[in-house]
Structure formats: structure tokens, C-alpha cells
């Protein structure tokens, strides 16, 4: 037998075992958004702060803020933050807020709408979210952040904040949910960030999601989340997650604050969109990224070698025999997971979800896509966000390199 048969062999064998073991997870994963959706929320509904902030208006911008300002929630106020008055959305909100004024001057909730600036030392988001904390009612107990471009069920103020009811628990989370669209690229988009969103589950490894979060208002400021942890970052969530853990707390993952997103993206834009998520957590979380880019390396170098032994010289038929079987039950592996998170789609989004076979069709292609995020985040620290170009010097060190116009 030749070596390197030898070789995929003993490392097809290891991927036989983590692609079974990633599958036995999606399945925990399943079970607990089914579980999550029987139980009870309980009473805990403290008054609560939304800050969300906001640049240009996308196709679903009308409905989210609408989903925002409808939540089913007895006290709270919605802070939209925009960095210039220039901005698309700046006037979209202004004449919604004017509207709003005019038709019942003591509606509920009550919203706000702050023109943040801007800053050279740190992201547009994170300093929107600065001076949006700012403009935050004295009374509120809890501090909830969210991303316009996700939509929010009615109930999904009261079950972010209903974790919080638990004084051991310092932040919780949920996370984007993205559905597939009618292009191919948005389809591949769905199916490469779900299997994020399956990492987060009832385990210490959360990290929280800046477009669904919410802490309590006495923590953010007694972590200093703010003055030492937003004052130099594009990341609010990263620096969040760890001003958390440098403390000793505890993020919970709520699974009813999964939130649709769908965004329609040429495939360049999707590579340069995932590549600036991967070269985020490179700098703000590198051991993710170091065990990440093992993973894959890992995984797509055991499949490219079993391929290669298949048409290689000297293997015998029973060995391609073989060889072929372990890469098929590795890619169906991979593909029942696929299709697990398409059962998590119909039970959260039944009315969305009708291209969900993306999730188990386009599985073979995620981890070779990656792949090449987090090689290519290994060369640059540079990112384009939202039409401005960051240099990521650092966790604490930001460098803004060019703005583009407002959207």
C-alpha cells in the first residue's frame, strides 16, 4: 500500500468521526430551538433601551424598523443612530419620527434618532452605538443592541431580555439566520453562515451577536464596555464577548432570537463579505481563527489527498473502493448536517424557507469557501465595511484608511 494511501486512510478515518460528531450536534442543535419554543418566557420585562444603528436603506429597511417599534413588550424605547445627516436612512427616519409626533404625541414606544458623527479611532457602528448610549433614558435597566438589516419577531425583545431575569447570566445573545434568496450567491451565503449560527448552543463557548444582544444596564457600565472596551474597535460583539469573559461572566444563547436575514449578493460580494468576517475574528479572536483555519486545512486537505489517490497509479481496486467510500460518507455526513439546519429553517421561518435544500445542496462547497477566508485573512488586516476601509492594527488599535459617500 502506498504511503500516502496509508495516510488518507488513517486521516479519513479522524473525518469520518468529527463529520459524524458535527452531524450528532446539528441534531443537539435542532433539539434545543424545538425545546426552546415550549417554554415559558416568564414575567421578567424590566423597562429596556433598543439601540440600533443604522447606514442607507436596503429593501426590508421599512418592515424591520416597523418589526422594531411593534414588539410586544410593555416599556421600552427604540434609539435609531446614523452617522450624518447626509445618510439614506437619516431622512427615512426623520420623517417617520416627525410622522409619529404629529399623529399621537405620547405613542408607544418611544423612539429616538441620534446623528452619531464621526470618528477616526473606531468603527462607524461601534461609534454609533456610543453616542446612541448617550441619548439612553435614565430609567432603563436593560441595554438591547440589534441590526436593522435583521427582522424581529414580535416577541423578540421580551425573549432576548427574558434570560436576564437569572443574575448569573451577564448577556444574552441570538444570531443571524440567514435565508436563501433566488441567486446562487445568496444561497451560498445562507448555507455558509448557518453553520456558524449552529455553533451557538447551551455550552461556556458563546460569544455574543452584536445585531441581537442585551445586557443590563448596571453590567455594561460596570465592565467599562464603553470607556475600555468599544473606545478602539470596528467589533462591538467580539469586545463585548470579551470585556464578559475577562470578567468571569456568562453569555446565554436565547433560540428564539434567531433573526432572518436575506440579502440578495453577487458572488464577489459574498468572498468579500465572508472574508471580512473571518479577518474580524482574526484579529479579535485569533484562536478561533488558528482553530478554524486547522479545521479546514484539515478537512479539504484529507478530501483533496483521497481524490488524488483515486486516480493515482498503484492503489488496487478494493483500496479506491474503499477510498471512494470514505469521502462519499464524509460529504453525506456533511450534507445531513446540511439538512438539519434546513429543518431548523421550516420550524423558525416556515413561511420563508421554501429554498432551504441550499443548506444540504451547497454543503460540499462551505468548507472550501472557508477555506480560502481564513487563508485570505492571513495576509491583510484590512477590511472594507459599509464603504469605509479599516486597517485592523490591533484589538485596540484602529486606523480608518478612506471613506466612501453615504449609501
Known amino acids: 500500500?502506498?504511503?500516502?494511501?496509508?495516510?488518507?486512510?488513517?486521516?479519513?478515518?479522524?473525518?469520518?468521526?468529527?463529520?459524524?460528531?458535527?452531524?450528532?450536534?446539528?441534531?443537539?442543535?435542532?433539539?434545543?430551538?424545538?425545546s426552546s419554543r415550549t417554554k415559558p418566557l416568564g414575567n421578567y420585562a424590566p423597562f429596556a433601551s433598543v439601540l440600533i444603528p443604522c447606514k442607507g436603506v436596503h429593501p426590508g429597511f421599512d418592515a424591520n424598523v416597523d418589526g422594531f417599534l411593534k414588539q410586544d413588550y410593555a416599556n421600552f424605547e427604540v434609539i435609531f443612530v446614523v452617522a450624518t445627516p447626509q445618510d439614506l436612512a437619516y431622512q427615512n427616519l426623520r420623517t417617520r419620527l416627525e410622522t409619529r409626533k404629529?399623529?399621537?404625541?405620547?405613542?408607544?414606544?418611544?423612539?429616538?434618532?441620534?446623528?452619531?458623527?464621526?470618528?477616526?479611532?473606531?468603527?462607524?457602528?461601534?461609534?454609533?452605538?456610543?453616542?446612541?448610549?448617550?441619548?439612553?433614558?435614565?430609567?432603563?435597566?436593560?441595554?438591547?443592541?440589534?441590526?436593522?438589516?435583521?427582522?424581529?419577531?414580535?416577541?423578540?425583545?421580551?425573549?432576548?431580555?427574558?434570560?436576564?431575569?437569572?443574575?448569573?447570566?451577564t448577556v444574552s445573545t441570538g444570531f443571524r439566520w440567514y435565508l436563501p434568496g433566488k441567486g446562487f450567491a445568496s444561497r451560498l451565503r445562507a448555507a455558509w453562515d448557518t453553520s456558524i449560527a449552529t455553533m451557538m448552543r447551551d455550552h461556556d463557548h458563546n460569544f455574543a451577536w452584536g445585531g441581537?444582544?442585551?445586557?443590563?444596564?448596571?453590567?455594561?457600565?460596570?465592565?467599562?464596555?464603553?470607556?475600555?472596551?468599544?473606545?478602539?474597535?470596528?467589533?462591538?460583539?467580539?469586545a463585548l464577548t470579551r470585556a464578559v469573559r475577562d470578567a468571569g461572566g456568562k453569555i446565554v444563547f436565547q433560540p428564539r432570537c434567531l433573526m432572518a436575514s436575506l440579502e440578495e449578493s453577487n458572488l464577489w460580494e459574498f468572498l468579500r463579505?465572508?472574508?471580512?468576517?473571518?479577518?474580524?475574528?482574526?484579529?479579535?479572536?485569533?484562536?478561533?481563527?488558528?482553530?478554524?483555519?486547522?479545521?479546514?486545512?484539515?478537512?479539504?486537505?484529507?478530501?483533496?489527498?483521497?481524490?488524488?489517490?483515486?486516480?493515482?497509479?498503484?492503489?488496487?481496486?478494493?483500496?479506491?473502493?474503499?477510498?471512494?467510500?470514505?469521502?462519499?460518507?464524509?460529504?453525506?455526513?456533511?450534507?445531513?448536517?446540511?439538512?438539519?439546519?434546513?429543518?431548523?429553517?421550516?420550524?423558525?421561518?416556515?413561511?420563508?424557507?421554501?429554498?432551504?435544500?441550499?443548506?444540504?445542496?451547497?454543503?460540499?462547497l462551505v468548507p472550501w469557501v472557508m477555506l480560502s477566508n481564513f487563508l485570505a485573512a492571513g495576509f491583510t488586516r484590512r477590511i472594507v465595511w459599509r464603504g469605509t476601509e479599516y486597517e485592523l492594527v490591533s484589538r485596540e488599535v484602529v486606523h480608518v484608511r478612506q471613506r466612501a459617500g453615504s449609501e
Not at 442585551?214 to 460583539?237: G, K, M, P, Q
Open 1 to 34: 500500500m502506498l504511503w500516502f494511501v496509508k495516510v488518507f486512510f488513517l486521516a479519513g478515518g479522524s473525518l469520518i468521526l468529527q463529520s459524524a460528531w458535527a452531524f450528532l450536534d446539528g441534531m443537539r442543535f435542532l433539539r434545543l430551538i424545538r
Open 102 to 169: 404629529v399623529s399621537a404625541s405620547n405613542r408607544k414606544p418611544q423612539m429616538s434618532l441620534v446623528v452619531a458623527g464621526l470618528s477616526d479611532t473606531r468603527g462607524e457602528k461601534v461609534n454609533n452605538l456610543l453616542r446612541g448610549i448617550e441619548a439612553v433614558d435614565e430609567a432603563a435597566m436593560v441595554l438591547v443592541f440589534a441590526d436593522i438589516d435583521a427582522a424581529p419577531a414580535p416577541d423578540w425583545l421580551r425573549s432576548i431580555v427574558a434570560p436576564l431575569s437569572d443574575p448569573s447570566i
Open 212 to 238: 441581537s444582544m442585551a445586557i443590563r444596564a448596571a453590567d455594561f457600565c460596570s465592565l467599562r464596555i464603553a470607556e475600555r472596551y468599544w473606545a478602539n474597535t470596528v467589533s462591538d460583539d467580539y
Open 273 to 364: 463579505w465572508s472574508t471580512r468576517q473571518i479577518i474580524i475574528t482574526r484579529i479579535y479572536a485569533s484562536h478561533i481563527w488558528k482553530l478554524g483555519l486547522a479545521t479546514y486545512l484539515f478537512y479539504c486537505g484529507t478530501l483533496a489527498l483521497g481524490l488524488m489517490d483515486l486516480v493515482v497509479h498503484g492503489s488496487s481496486a478494493s483500496q479506491r473502493a474503499a477510498i471512494a467510500a470514505i469521502l462519499l460518507t464524509v460529504i453525506l455526513l456533511g450534507a445531513a448536517k446540511g439538512y438539519v439546519r434546513t429543518l431548523v429553517a421550516h420550524e423558525l421561518f416556515p413561511r420563508d424557507a421554501g429554498r432551504g435544500s441550499c443548506y444540504w445542496q451547497l454543503t460540499p
